[in-house]
């Protein structure tokens, strides 16, 4: 099946600094999604975004499905973006295959 | 309109006991997913039910069952627990919408955390 690598495993950052997530696929995919798990542990949808680019306030994400990547954009980063970062793979209607997270903490 | 909603929040049960989760899905979805996240990893698939019938399942051994009820909300049932099986149980709801793109996307509740001692 489908294997999800993320990088950095860990990242630091000073608030208002900006950062690029990266997630690398195997295979092709088809409805990939990024979610930010917080710490209480509620995984919250961030993008659906199998290709192209999408943005949402200070978020963005990017994936180019040919060269098997996506990336998460985070710009003016907040102490409220930290927590685990993840991207998933939903394949074709059954289960979704994780990568192992990016954790970012956030520094005020 | 709420979201997947999980019950219990918190759960602790000793080794050897037998422990049932609860999931209702978001409304107008109807299959049912749960994930099992050990501390520290991504969420690993345990198993999927859509029409009341598990459809797919993960590397998890027979000691994980599970149901789905003609609302479509769904229980996850763990016997003979085992320390190992101490993690946050995850449960998410499918979206598919084919309006030209279709888009298949996955909601998640909050989660039960299980501990075992």
């Known amino acids: 099946g489908i294997q999800v690598e993320q990088s950095p495993p860990d990242l630091i950052l000073q608030e208002g600094a900006n950062s690029t997530l990266r997630c690398n696929f195997s295979?092709?995919?088809?409805?990939l999604q990024w979610f930010h798990q917080n710490p209480w542990g509620q995984l919250i949808n961030l993008f659906y975004?199998?290709?192209g680019t999408k943005q949402n306030g200070r978020l963005s994400a990017t994936t180019v499905a040919t060269e098997r990547y996506s990336l998460l954009y985070i710009s003016s980063s907040q102490t409220t973006d930290s927590g685990v970062y993840f991207c998933?793979?939903?394949?074709?209607?059954?289960?979704?295959?994780f990568g192992a997270g990016t954790r970012l903490f956030v520094k005020a | 309109d709420a979201g997947v909603t999980q019950s219990p929040t918190h759960l602790i049960k000793t080794r050897g006991q037998q422990v049932t989760l609860r999931c209702s899905p978001k409304?107008?979805?109807?299959?049912v997913s749960w994930y099992q996240q050990a501390l520290g990893q991504g969420p690993q698939f345990i198993f999927q039910?859509?029409?009341?019938?598990?459809?797919q399942r993960g590397n998890f051994p027979d000691r994980f069952s599970g149901h789905q009820f003609p609302n479509y909300s769904s229980e996850l049932n763990v016997n003979a627990l085992l320390l190992g099986d101490s993690a946050l149980y995850l449960c998410?709801?499918?979206?598919?919408?084919?309006?030209?793109?279709?888009?298949?996307?996955?909601?998640f509740g909050p989660g039960t955390r299980l501990t075992v001692l």
């Open positions: 998410a709801s499918r979206e598919y919408l084919d309006r030209g793109d279709s888009t298949d996307t996955q909601y």
């Open positions: 295979d092709s995919v088809n409805n």
């Open positions: 975004i199998p290709s």
């Open positions: 998933a793979e939903h394949t074709g209607g059954f289960k979704t295959i």
């Open positions: 409304s107008g979805h109807d299959t």
């Open positions: 039910y859509y029409e009341e019938e598990e459809r």
